[in-house]
């Protein structure tokens, strides 16, 4: 009878084993294919480049906008549209970047101290970065789907190129004895 009951125990957890590594790999596919489908844009915010994409939250360097307001980036560097990747010279023309500022705070300290031995010399110093949190709202790209016309250079030949032959190396004379 023990014996009977070790072995639906073994198989029930055996079960629920199989059911939960299923799971796992389904959630697995499903957030590489999230990956794959979000739209997202390379976009330079404060000096620095961030890889945004819509509800995403970045600490920015500081901005000088207002909590709640809402601010627009124009310098979209990279802009990826479900695999449709536009380049930008240096950026990409018409596309922006729509953020919210949701509040502004100072990082943590950073603790500077110089100290050169035998000499005496001590230094520290601290500083907190002023930091702004912000939450991408959206990416529009309405005109950068448009390509850039290739503009044709036709060149004509007026003359032909004459071939010019090497001159020969100058020979030195042997030095005579007078």
Not at 42 to 61: C, L, P, R, T, W
Request: glycine share 6%.
């Amino acid at each position: 009878m023990q014996n009977i009951l070790l072995k639906q125990k073994n198989i029930i957890l055996l079960c629920i084993l199989v059911v939960w590594f299923i799971i796992n790999c389904i959630f697995a596919t499903l957030k590489f294919l999230i990956k794959i489908i979000v739209m997202y844009a390379i976009v330079e915010i404060a000096g620095q480049q961030f890889k945004v994409s819509k509800d995403q939250k970045v600490y920015v360097h500081r901005l000088a906008s207002e909590e709640g307001s809402k601010v627009s980036f124009d310098k979209v560097l990279l802009l990826d549209d479900n695999g449709n990747v536009t380049l930008g010279a240096p950026a990409v023309e018409g596309a922006s970047v729509e953020a919210k500022v949701l509040q502004h705070l100072k990082g943590d300290k950073v603790i500077v101290f110089k100290k050169k031995r035998r000499k005496g010399y001590k230094k520290k110093n601290g500083h907190r970065q002023s930091f702004t949190q912000i939450v991408i709202e959206g990416i529009v790209a309405t005109s950068a789907k448009k390509k850039a016309a290739k503009k044709e250079v036709e060149v004509e030949v007026t003359e032909t190129a004459e071939v010019v032959k090497p001159k020969a190396k100058a020979t030195r004379k042997p030095k005579t004895e007078e």
